[in-house]
Antibody, heavy 124, light 108 residues
Framework: QVQLQESGPGLVEPSQTLSLTCTVS??????????WSWIRQPAGKGLEWIGR???????NYNPSLKSRVTMSLDTSRNQFSLNLHSVTAADTAVYYC????????????????WGRGTLVTVSS | SYELTQPPSVSVYPGQTARITCSAD??????AYWYQQKPGQAPVLVIY???ERPSGIPERFSGSSSGTTVTLTISGVQAEDEGDYYC???????????FGGGTKLTAL
C-alpha cells in the first residue's frame, strides 16, 4: 500500500524558509508513471496547488508562488521536498504532498493519493 | 488562465439528490476531477475524467459535463457524505493545476 507522509517544522518565522519533506513508501518516486506535488490549504479556505516535480527532477510551479518556491528529489531516500522562501503569515496553512497522475493524450492531471497533511504556522 | 467557480454551499435532506456545479469562466475545456474532504482529513478523489468513479467510491457518486460546466451528483445523500467538495482541472497544456473554491455539502 502506497503512503505519503509529510514532515517538517510546524513553526517558521516570518522572512525565513519553510522546508517540508514528503516520504513515499510502497512505491518509487523514480518512476515515470507519476508526478509528485505539493498543495496547501489555509485554515477554512480552499486548496492551492504549489507545484510538482517529475522523476527527472524537472519542476512546474504555480505562477503566483514561482519566485519563492523550489522543489527537489532525494531518490536514495524516496523523498521529495518543498522550500518556500521569504514566508509571511499568509503562508500559514496545512501543506499536503500528493501523487499526481496524467491522463494519457489528454494533457490532464489529477491527484490519486494524498498525504495526511502538516500544519505550518508562520509566526515570530 | 481561468477560474473554476463553485457554489459555496449546497444543502439537501438525507435521501435526496445533491448537485454541485463547477463552471469554468473560459475555454479550454479540460477534464474535471472531484475531491471530497472531511474535517481534519486530506481530500479524497471521488470522480475523475469528468464522470469516472475510482474503485471504492460508492455508486451514488456520479459526474457529468456540459459545455464549460461540470456537475457532481450524489444520489441518495447520506449523513456521511457531508463535507467539502472541490473540483479540479488544469490549463490547456496540463501544466498548471486549478482548484475550484470548494462547496460545503450539508445533509439537513
Amino acid at each position: 500500500q502506497v503512503q505519503l507522509q509529510e514532515s517538517g517544522p510546524g513553526l517558521v518565522e516570518p522572512s525565513q524558509t519553510l522546508s517540508l519533506t514528503c516520504t513515499v513508501s510502497g512505491d518509487s518516486i523514480s518512476t515515470d508513471t507519476y508526478y509528485w506535488s505539493w498543495i496547501r490549504q489555509p485554515a477554512g479556505k480552499g486548496l492551492e496547488w504549489i507545484g510538482r516535480i517529475y522523476a527527472s527532477g524537472s519542476t512546474n510551479y504555480n505562477p503566483s508562488l514561482k519566485s519563492r518556491v523550489t522543489m527537489s528529489l532525494d531518490t536514495s531516500r524516496n523523498q521529495f521536498s518543498l522550500n518556500l522562501h521569504s514566508v509571511t503569515a499568509a503562508d500559514t496553512a496545512v501543506y499536503y504532498c500528493a501523487r499526481e497522475r496524467e491522463v494519457p493524450a489528454a494533457l490532464s492531471v489529477y491527484f490519486d493519493l494524498w498525504g495526511r497533511g502538516t500544519l505550518v504556522t508562520v509566526s515570530s | 488562465s481561468y477560474e473554476l467557480t463553485q457554489p459555496p454551499s449546497v444543502s439537501v435532506y438525507p435521501g435526496q439528490t445533491a448537485r454541485i456545479t463547477c463552471s469554468a469562466d473560459a475555454l479550454p475545456k479540460q477534464y474535471a476531477y472531484w475531491y471530497q474532504q472531511k474535517p481534519g482529513q486530506a481530500p479524497v478523489l471521488v470522480i475523475y475524467k469528468d464522470s469516472e468513479r475510482p474503485s471504492g467510491i460508492p455508486e451514488r457518486f456520479s459526474g457529468s459535463s456540459s459545455g464549460t460546466t461540470v456537475t457532481l451528483t450524489i444520489s441518495g445523500v447520506q449523513a456521511e457524505d457531508e463535507g467539502d467538495y472541490y473540483c479540479q482541472s488544469a490549463d490547456s497544456s496540463g501544466t498548471y493545476v486549478l482548484f475550484g473554491g470548494g462547496t460545503k455539502l450539508t445533509a439537513l
